[in-house]
């Protein structure tokens, strides 16, 4: 399985960015999916979540009402809209295909992770 992220990019805060995650397998369309982002010299944490059906979803408290997961299993792609962007959303970000048809919080709860999309907010 091979997961392929998109979308990242430059913007300046309080802009809007759409990122993408294709999945190279159907496999996905079974399993929960995650984005995940790493800042230099920071852990890589969870940013949102969504369950097989798209009918559960998860958001980190600091995107919470700014960021949208979506998902649609008929093109095996999943989203994350991004708008108010803030400088300190700067990082990469990675897309995950979980083991469960549910969601995990965590980065063991993962099977399968994208290279990650960089994106830089600048203030």
């Known amino acids: 399985v091979q997961l392929q992220a998109s979308g990242g990019g430059s913007v300046q805060a309080g802009g809007s960015l759409r990122l993408s995650c294709s999945v190279s397998?159907?496999?996905?369309?079974?399993?929960?999916m995650g984005w995940f982002r790493q800042a230099p010299g920071k852990e890589r944490d969870i940013v949102a979540a969504i369950d097989w059906r798209g009918s559960s979803t998860y958001y980190a408290d600091s995107v919470k009402g700014r960021f949208t997961i979506a998902r649609d299993n008929a093109k095996n792609t999943l989203y994350l809209q991004m708008n108010g962007l803030k400088p300190e959303d700067t990082a990469l970000y990675y897309c995950?295909?979980?083991?469960?048809?549910?969601?995990?919080?965590?980065?063991?709860?993962?099977?399968?992770w994208g290279k990650g999309t960089l994106v830089t907010v600048s203030s």
């Open positions: 995950a295909v979980a083991l469960r048809s549910t969601y995990g919080l965590q980065r063991d709860d993962y099977r399968y």
């Open positions: 397998r159907r496999t996905s369309s079974n399993n929960g």
